[in-house]
């Protein structure tokens, strides 16, 4: 719950959206919550997700570049902790310098069996 309140300290509130921030995180659990009114928002920050998300680069073959920008949003993305075989991450959007959006994951590799119960490397394919 650090992110919550550091995501606090990141812009001034109002007394309604504080508010709302304490209401959200009343609610709190592993679904997207989006408060009535605000759909329309939660979409153009998805889009530009996704957006982001489709300038993947060889460096970083998975989420999105390490920054994109266009015109006044910018997604950031850091690995916080180890590499593409097994890591914590965290992506963030703001939106003219305010934060709107925020996740951190985790990321490593699947290794599948075939019908002999012998592993599958991706590298193998």
Request: proline share 5%; net charge negative.
């Amino acid at each position: 719950m650090e992110d919550i309140n550091a995501m606090s300290k990141e812009i001034q509130l109002t007394p309604e959206q504080e508010a709302k921030r304490e209401a959200w995180l009343k609610n709190l659990a592993d679904f997207t919550v989006i408060a009535k009114g605000y759909e329309d928002k939660a979409k153009q920050t998805y889009d530009f997700l996704k957006k982001a998300l489709k300038q993947v680069t060889p460096e970083m073959p998975f989420r999105g570049p390490k920054e994109y920008v266009d015109g006044n949003k910018k997604y950031e993305f850091a690995l916080l902790e180890g590499d593409i075989t097994d890591c914590s991450w965290r992506e963030k959007i703001t939106e003219d310098g305010q934060l709107t959006f925020t996740q951190k994951g985790l990321a490593g590799i699947v290794i599948q069996r075939d019908s002999t119960r012998q592993p599958i490397k991706p590298w193998d394919l």
